[in-house]
């Protein structure tokens, strides 16, 4: 383990400038304050002490709250004339967390137009790949 010298600094520093102190921080990461010449304390930036987040883990954790013609029904009864294009109704049951994949991400707009020929009697398809709740 390598420790630079320039960020051993004594206890008192951070009484006397701590502006100096985070400065360092902000520089290198990390400071040891030293009291007795022996380390006491560690100042750690803030994102340097967080594990990074792991965004294809975070997606996984995510489960859909409704089946995804529950979560287009729901959508669509807030469209205007109920009707909304495919691809903008994927993406509003994305951003309201109604419903994702398997693997955590969001319905795209072919897997919104094949629901459609599931549930006729819910949903009309359009010109356009326009959706209409019935």
Do not use: W
């Amino acid at each position: 383990m390598t420790i630079n010298l320039e960020t051993l600094i004594p206890y008192n520093q951070i009484l006397e400038s701590p502006e100096d102190v985070f400065e360092l921080v902000d520089k290198h990461g990390q400071v040891v304050l030293l009291k007795d010449n022996t380390p006491a304390y560690v100042i750690v930036k803030g994102e340097a002490a967080m594990p990074p987040v792991n965004s294809n883990e975070q997606k996984l954790r995510r489960k859909s709250q409704h089946t995804l013609q529950d979560a287009m029904r729901i959508v669509l009864l807030e469209a205007e004339d109920h009707t909304m294009h495919a691809a903008a109704l994927a993406e509003a049951i994305y951003q309201k967390g109604l419903y994702y994949k398997k693997d955590g991400t969001k319905a795209e707009y072919n897997q919104i137009r094949a629901r459609c020929s599931h549930y006729p009697d819910l949903f009309e398809v359009l010109e356009k790949n326009t959706i209409k709740l019935r």
